[in-house]
């Protein structure tokens, strides 16, 4: 009887569909109780051929973790903004990073599950996908809001999407809790809504309100990592040399 190659797949299962597998079953179960065999029987793909495309099961949550991170970060013609007005801009760009993460719940449920875990282990390595679009749309705006007296200063882009990102992550992280204590389903249409425009009237809100500023240019202290046009993202270098991605 022939044998196909090691590394030929007859499935017809791709390495990509398997990873969509993967990251739906990582945020379900998280990474010590999925099982690859559980993967291969839902992907297609067997497992012999999982062990050729990923190594091993953190290699393959890894890149489950980047799809994951890659799918709640807006495209950058999302970052368009047909009005030159920083208040419109704002409202558009938080709406626009609110709706991805609320339309991938997985994905953020996975990773608030590395952040709690570690099982990467990414925060002392390059970083997973590149952020600077949407960084560099904030920053945009935050200068033309500031240059024109409408925004504070001592706000920077990271600070904005903090905000955002904070709002947008509790309607997955605290959804079960807030059902069971107030009969409240944060992840129904109402509720969804809601919580876009919270988040849309908070930053507004941080950015026009006349407190008094910080005297730094940012709330948080600030890495020296330049989100410029020609950033790279060096997603790769997570892997070690011998590790197969």
Do not use: W
């Not at 973790?65 to 047909?82: K, Q, S």
């Not at 208040?87 to 991938?104: L, N, S, T, W």
């Not at 240059?147 to 999407?161: H, Q, T, V």
């Amino acid at each position: 009887m022939n044998r196909p190659p090691a590394d030929t797949d007859t499935s017809g299962t791709t390495a990509e569909q398997v990873v969509a597998v993967a990251m739906e079953s990582f945020a379900r179960h998280g990474f010590e109780d999925t099982r690859l065999e559980s993967i291969a029987q839902e992907s297609g793909m067997s497992k012999r051929m999982i062990h050729y495309h990923f190594g091993d099961k953190r290699n393959l949550y890894v890149q489950a973790l980047l799809r994951a991170v890659t799918l709640i970060r807006p495209d950058a013609t999302e970052m368009e903004f047909g009005s030159t007005v920083p208040v419109d801009g704002i409202r558009q760009i938080v709406a626009v990073i609110c709706r991805r993460m609320f339309a991938e719940p997985a994905a953020v449920r996975l990773i608030l599950l590395e952040n709690l875990f570690r099982h990467a282990g990414v925060s002392g390595v390059s970083p997973l996908a590149d952020q600077s679009a949407v960084l560099l749309a904030l920053d945009r705006l935050l200068m033309l809001g500031q240059d024109a007296g409408a925004f504070r200063p001592g706000i920077s882009a990271l600070d904005i999407y903090t905000i955002i990102s904070s709002l947008c992550a509790f309607r997955t992280s605290n959804r079960d809790t807030y059902l069971n204590l107030y009969d409240v389903d944060l992840a129904d249409g109402t509720n969804t809504a809601g919580l876009e425009r919270l988040a849309v009237d908070t930053v507004l809100s941080f950015l026009t309100s006349n407190m008094p500023g910080t005297g730094t240019m940012s709330y948080l202290s600030l890495g020296g990592r330049d989100y410029s046009d020609d950033h790279d993202s060096g997603s790769s270098s997570i892997y070690g040399e011998t590790d197969t991605v």
